[in-house]
């Protein structure tokens, strides 16, 4: 059973940088394939932001980040790190780390296994 648990989130403005950790226990990450996704303010479903699979061999975003958010992995310290940079009102809400059992490439919320209680990010204009 993995524990997944988020950090890093916070208050900025417009334009600004901030970097989500995601510390993984219970067991190793190194199987599984992982993502960020992020609940907007009033939103009921997640949505997907970024993959990588466990080498970090295949990487991808959605369209609304891509260029301006990094996702990366630490096998050997248990860690998923987004690193989300030209922040936007729009990029506020919970972000929550995800993994899933297997290595397979996915953006769907069902396809993961394992969630994080979340991080708040709010972006001010």
């Known amino acids: 059973q993995m524990q997944l648990v988020e950090s890093g989130g916070g208050l900025v403005q417009t334009g600004d940088s901030l970097a989500l950790s995601c510390v993984v226990s219970?067991?190793?990450?190194?199987?599984?394939?992982m993502a960020w996704f992020r609940r907007a303010p009033g939103a009921e479903e997640r949505e997907f932001v970024a993959?990588?699979?466990?080498?970090?061999?295949?990487?991808f975003y959605s369209d609304s980040v891509r260029g301006r958010f990094t996702i990366s992995r630490n096998n050997d310290f248990n860690r998923l790190r987004l690193q989300m940079n030209n922040l936007k009102p729009d990029d506020a809400g919970v972000y929550y780390c995800?993994?899933?059992?297997?290595?397979?490439?996915?953006?769907?919320?069902?396809?993961?296994?394992?969630w994080g209680q979340g991080t708040q990010v709010t972006v001010s204009s």
């Open positions: 995800a993994a899933r059992k297997s290595n397979g490439a996915t953006s769907k919320e069902n396809d993961y296994d394992y």
């Open positions: 219970g067991q190793s990450i190194i199987r599984s394939a």
């Open positions: 993959f990588i699979s466990r080498t970090s061999r295949t990487i």
